[in-house]
Structures are given as structure tokens and as C-alpha cells.
């Protein structure tokens, strides 16, 4: 079935500094989308790619969809406090289904 | 209304207990879902919803038992549990069914549920 992995599995920064997390999936995807979910919270829809080689902005957070479709990155420029929490992805394969990724767990500290 | 609502929001059952979980959602949406989601782990799917009919079963244990009476209101009925069912079940609802455009997920704030 459908696999999607993300890395790192965890990343601790210091606040101000630049995040990347990436996600992989196994097949070709009709879509991506990124949630956040903050300690012991729920996931929040963030974004949603649908264009191969597609690129969003939010703020401090870029998003980019892969040209194969198969990938994607979220990027947070200088990380504040407020952005710890685990970032999924989630893509539409063929089935559509929608299937979170493995997820990233972002600690910032002072 | 841009929230979905979950009852209970903590529940400790016994593995001879029946009990049920509550999700509800007044944004409209046609699809709505059940997760289960353990530490520190992607939620995983259990059930999908569209138009009120019962479109994807993930091979979930019969002991789960799916019900949607309206377009608003989504229950999860459980009965004769395992200890490894404990678990933060997820409800979410979204604009469109799965006709291979999925839309964003609203989730609710989840049902912890611990089983003794």
C-alpha cells in the first residue's frame, strides 16, 4: 500500500533558526497537504498542493510539491516558539485515500 | 461554524463495556472520518463517510462499529475492547467525498480513550 515518510523524525532548533521537513512518497500522489498538530492537540489543515512543482507561501512557511509528484518540503523561515509541534504531510494517492506521513516533531528553545 | 465537536473528550471503559463516541460538524461537509492516532504516530484511517454511506472500511476489527444517522453527526459505537485499543480517536470532516480531489481536513479535538 500507499507508504509516505517524512525526516527527520524529530528536529530541536534554537528559535530564529531555519526548519526543513521532507516528505517521500512511495507513489505518485494527485495531492499533498501539511497539518500541524501541537502537544497533546489535534491536527490542523495548514496547506493543500495539488501542481506538480507547485510552491506556497504562508508567512514564515514555504511549501513545495515535487515535479514528480512523489515529494515535498515545508520550510519555516526563523523558527519561533509558537511553531513547535509535529508537522504531517498527507497525500491522495490512487485509491484516494488520504494518508499521513510519519510525521516531524519540531522543538524550539530559547 | 467551523468546528467539529467530539464527546467524550476523555473515556475509560472496561473490555465488557459498550460505549460510543460522538462527532458532530455543521460546516456542511459530505465526508467525514474516524482516525485512531497512538503516541507519537501519524493517525491512522478507520472509516470514511460520504453522503451518509459508509465508503471505506481500512479493515477495521468489527468490535469498531461505524454509524452516521444525518450528514452532521458521526458515531463510533465500541464494544468488547482490547488494552491496545487505547488510543486519541480522531473525528474530520471535509468538503468532498473521495472522488480523487480531497480537500482539507477539519479535525475535532479528539476522544482520549483508555481501555482497563
Known amino acids: 500500500g500507499q507508504q509516505v515518510m517524512q525526516i527527520p523524525q524529530y528536529q530541536h532548533v534554537q528559535e530564529g533558526e531555519d526548519f526543513t521537513t521532507y516528505c517521500n512518497s512511495s507513489t505518485t500522489l494527485s495531492n499533498i497537504q501539511w497539518y500541524k498538530q501541537r502537544p497533546g492537540g489535534h491536527p490542523v489543515f495548514l496547506i493543500q498542493l495539488v501542481k506538480s512543482g507547485e510552491v506556497k507561501k504562508q508567512k514564515r512557511l514555504t511549501f513545495q510539491f515535487g515535479e514528480a509528484k512523489k515529494n515535498s518540503s515545508l520550510h519555516i523561515t526563523a523558527t519561533q516558539t509558537t511553531d513547535v509541534g509535529t508537522y504531517f504531510c498527507?497525500?491522495?494517492?490512487?485509491?484516494?485515500?488520504?494518508?499521513f506521513g510519519t510525521g516531524t516533531r519540531l522543538q524550539v528553545t530559547l | 461554524d467551523t468546528e467539529v465537536t467530539q464527546t467524550p473528550k476523555h473515556l475509560v471503559m472496561g473490555m465488557t463495556n459498550k460505549k460510543s463516541l460522538k462527532c458532530e460538524q455543521h460546516?456542511?461537509?459530505?465526508?467525514m472520518y474516524w482516525y485512531k492516532q497512538k503516541a507519537k504516530k501519524p493517525p491512522e484511517l478507520m472509516f470514511v463517510?460520504?453522503?451518509?454511506?459508509?465508503?471505506i472500511n481500512e479493515s477495521v476489527p468489527s468490535r469498531f462499529s461505524p454509524e452516521c444517522p444525518n450528514s452532521s453527526l458521526l458515531n463510533l459505537h465500541l464494544h468488547a475492547l482490547q488494552p491496545e485499543d487505547s488510543a486519541l480517536y480522531l473525528c474530520a470532516s471535509s468538503q468532498e467525498g473521495i472522488t480523487g480531489v480531497n480537500y482539507g481536513y477539519t479535525f475535532g479535538s479528539g476522544t482520549r480513550l483508555t481501555v482497563v
Open positions: 463517510y460520504s453522503y451518509e454511506k459508509l465508503s
Open positions: 460546516m456542511g461537509h459530505r465526508a
Open positions: 498527507a497525500g491522495t494517492g490512487t485509491a484516494s485515500k488520504l494518508t
